[in-house]
T-cell receptor
């Protein structure tokens, strides 16, 4: 069964609005979760590492004010795309490590009109 | 040279065929090797996980790691149309998930 749950799976929003995506680890605690972005026919691009109880670590080139990450509990991380624009339209995926294995959520397709 | 290279395909095979998917890598420090299956607009699903060299089998799937050649493979026996997806290899040197390197993925189509 699913180890990591991600919601929503699909969201359409107007330009200028903010969108929140949730990522939950099921039946285990994840002090660290990861957020990726994936463009069509391309591989995963790590955006940021979400750390429970502290600030997220962003990869080079990722705007931390645009992509707000909150990891308020050991089972929940959220990614908020603020003031979304059409260029933010993409597939966003979260993941969490359990033991030595990395598990992914089901992904969120964001479309900004 | 990219850290991980993978033929993007697309690869098309008839149902029942044996499929061979491969990745090469340049970092000899990689110790953990994974294969993921990703259906369109879904998150990657962990198929196989291997530590260091050797073979691992799980049902119709076999993963092989040859560290001396820096080459990993995933074999799918008796391929089914439901195996049609993109297959991503991934690897890391330690259990540092922020350092996981993904291949670009190979698109596979199994034709009934």
């Amino acid at each position: 069964g699913a180890v990591v749950s991600q919601h929503p799976s699909w969201v359409i929003c107007k330009s200028g609005t903010s969108v929140k995506i949730e990522c939950r680890s099921l039946d285990f605690q994840a002090t660290t979760m990861f957020w990726y972005r994936q463009f069509p026919k391309q591989s995963l691009m790590l955006m940021a590492t979400s750390n429970e109880g502290s600030k997220a670590t962003y990869e080079q080139g990722v705007e931390k004010d645009k992509f707000l990450i909150n990891h308020a509990s050991l089972t929940l991380s959220t990614l908020t795309v603020t003031s979304a624009h059409p260029e933010d339209s993409s597939f966003y995926i979260c993941s969490a490590g359990r033991g030595e294995k990395l598990f992914f959520g089901s992904g969120t397709q964001l479309s900004v009109l | 040279q990219k850290e991980v290279e993978q033929d993007p395909g697309p690869l098309s095979v008839p149902e029942g065929a044996i499929v061979s998917l491969n990745c090469t890598y340049s970092n000899s420090a990689f110790q953990y090797f994974m294969w993921y299956r990703q259906y369109s607009r879904k998150g990657p699903e962990l198929l196989m996980y291997t530590y260091s060299s050797g073979n691992k089998e799980d049902g119709r799937f076999t993963a092989q790691v040859d560290k001396s050649s820096k080459y990993i493979s995933l074999f799918i026996r008796d391929s089914q149309p439901s195996d049609s997806a993109t297959y991503l290899c991934a690897m890391m040197s330690g259990a540092s998930y922020d350092k996981v390197i993904f291949g670009p993925g190979t698109s596979l189509s199994v034709i009934p």
